[in-house]
DNA sequence: CTTGACCCTCCAGTGACTGGAATCCTTATC
DNA sequence: GATAAGGATTCCAGTCACTGGAGGGTCAAG
């Protein structure tokens, strides 16, 4: 399989397939003209990484779920333990995000949006 | 006002207040030593500044919320447009982290947590 | 033999800072 | 006057996870 079947297979651009083997999560063989060739295995690997980070997984979170994927000897309370710190850092960002949003959304409602210079949102951000 | 005294005001980090002057948002004075010298409108703009950040505006939004907020032929259309702009996206993200919060909390809630290997959360994420 | 679709590497840029090195200025104390 | 602490300066590099683009090699079809 060349890089173009595996990035349409997974979904994941050409770049960041590559990009994914500079930093050492893939390693695929290379043919004798120089191009990737990748096995099952690397495109299965490579869809795991997609459908981690489609879950916000940071790089560095997705390298230790696939080592742990790999690693038959694992116990699942490391893996737990991954997404469950990953879980609580998602719940602080929409915990933040809702309240921009409350905020944001009262300021909103409050200006006329015409074309005259009077506005709240202005004047909160300016607050003295 | 010198940088220290003006970081302590508004909050923000000495390094991040030079930081806006590089990228021009503000244009504090210039003491003979070569030291910064802020006003109270310098200090004033970084306050808004702050505030803009803090609801997650962009730099780039933050300049145009600036500039319009000096310019006083501004409509208060053009604040709340970008305003209403940046609310639909801080909307989108919260849906988009939302669902991946779903996602999360079942898997880890169906991972046992211990020191067998069988794991859901793998299972899933490696799902063929 | 040419065309077009692939593939390769390498370099630079993104956003919004942040850390650190090396140096200079000010103020207080001895 | 020396010294030390604390604060100021500039400049360079790094963060994260790609993404864009230049410049060039390879392959299959017509």
Do not use: W
């Not at 349409?8 to 043919?31: H, M, N, Q, S």
């Not at 295995?41 to 994927?69: P, V």
């Amino acid at each position: 399989m060349n890089i173009g079947d595996v990035s349409e297979r997974t979904g994941l651009p050409a770049k960041t397939i590559r990009y994914y083997e500079d930093i050492g999560l893939v390693r695929p063989a290379r043919d004798t003209n120089g191009y990737r060739v990748f096995r099952d295995t690397d495109a299965h690997k490579l869809a795991f990484l997609g459908r981690a980070r489609a879950l916000g997984f940071s790089i560095e979170d997705c390298r230790t779920l696939l080592a742990l994927y790999e690693d038959d000897d694992r116990a699942s309370a490391d893996v737990k333990a991954v997404a469950t710190e990953h879980l609580h850092q998602i719940e602080d960002k929409i915990a933040q995000l809702q309240a921009m949003r409350d905020t944001l959304n009262e300021l909103v409602h409050c200006c006329a949006g015409d074309n005259r210079p009077d506005c709240p949102i202005l004047k909160d951000l300016a607050r003295h």
